[in-house]
């Protein structure tokens, strides 16, 4: 089975500070994903990797950057925390076959602006 | 648990009966949709997928139907039971690796 480990699952920061939320897969999927959940909205992408150092942009990515350096860590940083970025933020790795939307997700992570 | 959505279309169903959830989207290039569980203080869980060449695709317990014509989706639960209750996303994959998710609808079973 698949795993996703996200941390922090719970944060609460001032505004503008910078945040890094981390996803750590324990197997080698090469697509992995950061959505945002927030009501009303259902889950909407902020950017993705296809591999080691390969990233690009959701639908909702201003205000977000991501890296990853390992197949098995997806990091999504904040530079500068702002309250409309209070959401719930999940990790995803793609475990279906190429163009399916097969994903497995994480539990999430609760991040909080004040 | 985590707040998934405060103003979510519902649905309340019998234990035992039928539930039918449905889904409207927009784009006609869309080459897969699927059907994505949530159940309170979790991630979302696949379900179920239908490619965009078929009109049906069945599962344990579930049914997807596809209508292109109307660009309409729908779940169909057979027989619901208690641990059925969660919150349903459709989503469309709308460029290649990329999933665009629906709002959600909550299904409440009534023991």
């Known amino acids: 089975d698949a795993g996703i480990t996200q941390s922090p699952r719970h944060k609460v920061t001032e505004t503008g500070t910078p945040v890094t939320l981390r996803c750590h897969q324990t197997e080698n999927h090469r697509y992995m994903y950061w959505y945002r959940q927030d009501p009303g909205h259902g889950l909407r992408l902020i950017h993705y990797s296809y591999g080691v150092k390969d990233t690009d942009k959701g639908e909702v990515s201003d205000g977000y950057s991501v890296s990853r350096s390992k197949t098995e860590d997806f990091l999504l940083t904040l530079e500068s925390a702002t309250s409309s970025q209070t959401s719930v933020y999940f990790c995803a790795i793609r475990t279906g076959p190429a163009g399916t939307g097969e994903l497995f997700f994480g539990e999430g992570s609760r991040l909080t602006v004040l | 648990g985590e707040s998934v959505g405060l103003h979510l279309p519902t649905l309340s169903v019998q234990e035992g009966d039928n539930s039918i959830i449905n889904c409207a989207y927009s784009?006609?290039?869309?080459?897969?949709f699927i059907w994505y569980k949530q159940e309170s203080g979790k991630g979302p869980q696949f379900i179920i997928d239908i490619r965009s060449n078929m009109d049906k695709r069945q599962g344990q317990r579930v049914t997807v139907l596809l209508n292109k014509t109307v660009k309409h989706l729908s779940l169909q639960i057979a027989a619901t039971q208690p641990g059925d209750s969660a919150v349903y996303f459709c989503a469309e994959v709308v460029h290649s690796e990329k999933l665009t998710f629906g709002t959600g609808t909550r299904l409440t079973i009534i023991p």
């Open positions: 784009n006609s290039a869309s080459d897969y």
